[in-house]
């Protein structure tokens, strides 16, 4: 995390470098609407009893989107590099963001929105924790471009912590089918995905 931090740091100080001086802007963050800036532990779920099928049906559900969200989050991080390196000019970077990238998320967001498991049960669990995940790297890359284009470092590390959120929710999604098949099978362990 504080290398994710510093890293953040670098490539905004870049960007500022890049884009000179200018007249400070303010960017307005509707605090309503958004979830909360803090990267936070989330709290552990309690995680119902659940057998196998139940179990096999979260796990469907979380392969379903999770190498697609893992395919996002490496596209950003290439075009993060490209950024900080110079390759990829800030413009080009943040128009990246708006018309790839946060559609993508939003795709997402759809798709898992209209396909929710019944409620109460392991997989809609799961499934929270991955919607989630969409929105806040959805409202994370907004702010992220944002901040970019008004040169406001607060709003950009703002952003980073959205995406740190987005990554603890895929995380927890995970934790909590590991807690399920302990409970089910305690000698089992099978390795997960973090």
């Known amino acids: 995390m504080g290398l994710f931090a510093v890293a953040a740091l670098l490539i905004a100080d870049i960007v500022m470098r890049q884009a000179g001086p200018i007249a400070p802007a303010i960017v307005k963050v509707p605090v309503s609407e958004a979830p909360s800036t803090r990267t936070v532990a989330l709290p552990a779920t309690p995680v119902p009893q659940a057998t196998p099928a139940e179990i096999a049906n979260a796990l469907a559900e979380i392969q379903r989107f999770d190498d697609r969200m893992e395919g996002l989050r490496a596209q950003y991080r290439t075009a993060s590099l490209a950024l900080q390196w110079g390759q990829l000019s800030r413009d080009d970077f943040i128009d990246g963001i708006n018309k790839w990238l946060i559609p993508q998320w ?8 209209f396909n929710r498991p019944k409620d109460g049960t392991l997989a809609s669990l799961v499934h929270a924790r991955l919607v989630s ?3 806040f790297w959805d409202r994370g890359l907004q702010d992220y471009a944002e901040g ?6 607060n709003a950009v590390m703002a952003a980073f912590d959205r995406m740190s959120n987005g990554n603890e929710s895929r995380r927890e999604a995970w934790r909590l089918l590991e807690r399920a098949e302990f409970q089910s099978t305690p000698t089992a362990s099978t390795p997960r995905k973090p």
Do not use: D, I, M, V
């Open 106 to 113: 939003r795709s997402l967001y759809s798709e898992l929105t």
């Open 148 to 153: 970019l284009k008004a040169n406001n470092s």
């Open 133 to 135: 995940a969409t929105l």
